[in-house]
Each structure stands twice: as C-alpha cells, then as structure tokens.
C-alpha cells in the first residue's frame, strides 16, 4: 500500500554543505522529518556539485519519513556560474556586471530545459535571457 503524503517542500541549498541553520532548520522541523539524516544524504548526494545552489523538492509522508529529489539549480545560479560572478547587479538597469554570450545562454537553456514549462528552446533561452537582464547581465546580440 502507499504511503500517505504529508506535504511537499521545496529548498535551495547550497550543494554538499547544506546546514541546519535557519530557514532549513525550522522548515525540516515543522515537517518532522528527521534533520540530520536528510542534510547527510543531501549533502552526499551533491558533494560534487559545492558551489552550486541544489533545489531538493522533498516529500514528507505520514508516518515522518521521507524521499527527496534533486533539481536543478536556478537559472540565475547557472548564470553566476557562468560568468564567475558572486552576486548580480543591485541595480540591474544602470549597473552592467558582465555579459553573456548567445552560446552561453544557449547552454543554460538547453541544461533547464526540462524543467521548464516549455519544449520549445527559443522560449527557454528568451527565459534565461529575462533572468540575466534582472541581475544586470548583459546579453551579446
């Protein structure tokens, strides 16, 4: 028989060093899942992906256990990566804090693919090249 579903959470955390530390801490908490055990297999499961932001979408069952499934990170992480950059522009409009090239954006689109809510790779990279602009990345013509 299956396990009856609790609820259904989703975190950004940082690949293969994910701590209890708030807002993980007290969201793990609420759900009664068992913390440690979850951060352990979490940070297993990504330890070769440090540096990166590693969404987890997991899911609580009744009787307090759980399973959990890796995404991948946010467009706006894949962006940072690409460029090296720590952190996007505070003022996106006037700030320019580098530049993405259309192959750049082609790859981070065709990565996120299938997570977006679109098949077609025209949409994805118009997405990516949404996100870049709001961070104060420039996109090459």
Wanted: net charge positive.
């Amino acid at each position: 028989m299956a396990k009856k579903i609790k609820s259904v959470l989703k975190l950004n955390l940082p690949a293969g060093s994910a701590t209890p530390a708030p807002p993980v801490g007290p969201i793990l908490g609420q759900a009664g899942i068992n913390m440690m055990d979850f951060l352990k297999q979490y940070n297993d499961k990504t330890s070769d992906k440090r540096g990166q932001v590693i969404p987890a979408e997991i899911t609580v069952y009744e009787d307090r256990s759980f399973t959990f499934v890796l995404r991948l990170p946010p467009v706006a992480n894949m962006i940072k990566q690409a460029l090296k950059l720590k952190m996007g522009s505070a003022t996106p409009n006037t700030k320019k804090v580098g530049k993405l090239t259309q192959e750049q954006v082609k790859q981070i689109a065709e990565q996120k693919l299938p997570e977006l809510n679109t098949n077609d790779l025209e949409s994805a990279k118009r997405s990516v090249i949404g996100t870049a602009r709001s961070m104060g990345v420039e996109v090459a013509e």
